[in-house]
């Protein structure tokens, strides 16, 4: 009995968290992946067309379990674990998070929140009511920030179209009303009988017109918030497995930006397991082996009596990175301090205005808030990275 895991390019929640906690557990385990090339030498990969469920379905000989981590294959994931007769996520719930326009009509048809979104279809002009600006267009699919914009009238909408659709002429967008207040995460784990809450974090971004991540401070959600976020996803079918909820609050109620159903990315999965003190790649999988919930040894979000910090370091131009910082471990006055590299010295990129422009995550660990970000900051001031253009 084997696990297998589908995923397309190589990323640190496979390489360091599903791949090590498959270990720990005695369980043996396939990458199915379309891009076998592209993973590091000696990973356990298999080329699958990962992306059709048959194809899975075919590759997964004598499964004890299947699971994705990637936003793009939840759904033909879902669907070859049911074929199989394995733990999964509902397809139809992982179709509607992927597709941001039917789970806002899905939220607001159950009467939780109306947020005013337009489709618009490849090759197709946008119909966009002036009170809906200032609004945000982004791929109705998409992922990673990639081709999210925030527009202030239908000229600046028609010109992020244009701009979009010469580099993707086959992408689908949406464009909604733009939420305003502090963005927020809501991170769960759940099994068929029930969800429990792994935790928040407040998010800093860069400034507009795209949404860039460049901060995330540790703040579980208030309990009224999850009561409104847990009828959300509930609309969605939203349950089993691991999700990744964004928020903000406005005017005192939830307004919802989008479910991602998998994992906190970007080596916040990895933070978020050492702030706990939890197996937590471990805990996704066990659900996966039909383990229940109630076995997992899960803290209260909010007794978690440490604060963390994430600030990532962005790319301000386009170029080569010449100079940069390796791995680095330390602890300064009882803080654990931590630097990991996010693209390697030598590799030439274009600024995009998401998270592709990030050169390394630095996190902090410790007693209390600022402590944290005291050392976090002073930490931060010894590191230099250079880009030439």
């Excluded at 390019?9 to 992946?33: I, K, M, Q, R, Y």
């Excluded at 791929?139 to 179209?161: K, M, N």
């Excluded at 440490?306 to 990532?312: D, L, M, S």
């Excluded at 693209?343 to 030439?348: A, D, S, Y």
């Amino acid at each position: 009995m084997r696990l297998y895991l589908t995923a397309l390019n190589p990323t640190d929640a496979v390489l360091e968290g599903f791949l090590p906690a498959a270990a720990s557990l005695g369980l043996p385990v396939t990458v199915l992946t379309d891009r076998p090339e592209q993973w590091p030498a000696g990973t356990p990969v298999a080329r699958c067309a990962v992306r059709d469920a048959a194809a899975v379905v075919t590759a997964a000989v004598r499964p004890a379990a299947l699971l994705s981590n990637s936003d793009h294959l939840q759904e033909p994931t879902a669907i070859a674990a049911r074929k199989l007769g394995l733990p999964g996520k509902d397809p139809d719930a992982a179709r509607l998070c992927k597709d941001k326009a039917a789970a806002r009509r899905a939220v607001a048809a159950a009467g939780l929140d109306l947020v005013r979104a337009v489709a618009v279809d490849p090759g197709t002009a946008p119909d966009v009511p002036e009170a809906m600006f200032p609004a945000v267009v982004k791929p109705r699919d998409g992922v990673a920030s990639e081709d999210a914009y925030l527009v202030t009238d239908p000229g600046e909408l028609a010109a992020r179209i244009d701009g979009i659709r010469r580099r993707r002429p086959e992408v689908a967008l949406v464009v909604e009303e733009y939420l305003a207040g502090e963005l927020r995460t809501y991170d769960t784990l759940g099994d068929a009988a029930g969800l429990a809450v792994l935790g928040g974090w407040h998010t800093g971004l860069g400034p507009p017109p795209t949404f860039t991540e460049t901060t995330l401070d540790w703040s579980p959600p208030a309990e009224r918030d999850d009561v409104e976020l847990r009828a959300r996803l509930d609309v969605l079918g939203v349950r089993f497995g691991a999700c990744h909820t964004e928020y903000v609050v406005q005017d005192g109620r939830v307004r919802l930006i989008e479910v991602n159903y998998r994992l906190i990315g970007d080596r916040m999965d990895l933070i978020l397991a050492e702030l706990l003190g939890v197996p937590l790649f471990e805990h996704v999988i066990r659900l996966h082996l039909a383990e229940p919930l109630t076995a997992l040894d899960l803290p209260v979000p909010a007794a978690v009596a440490r604060h963390a910090r994430v600030e990532y370091v962005c790319a301000d131009r386009s170029g080569r990175l010449t100079a940069a910082p390796g791995r680095l471990d330390t602890v300064r006055d009882g803080v654990r301090l931590a630097c990991r590299p996010l693209r390697e010295v030598g590799r030439t990129a274009d600024r995009t205005g998401t998270n592709r422009d990030y050169l390394a995550a630095l996190h902090a660990i410790g007693p209390d808030r600022e402590t944290v970000r005291t050392a976090l900051a002073a930490f931060r001031r010894g590191l230099r990275w250079t880009i030439v253009a």
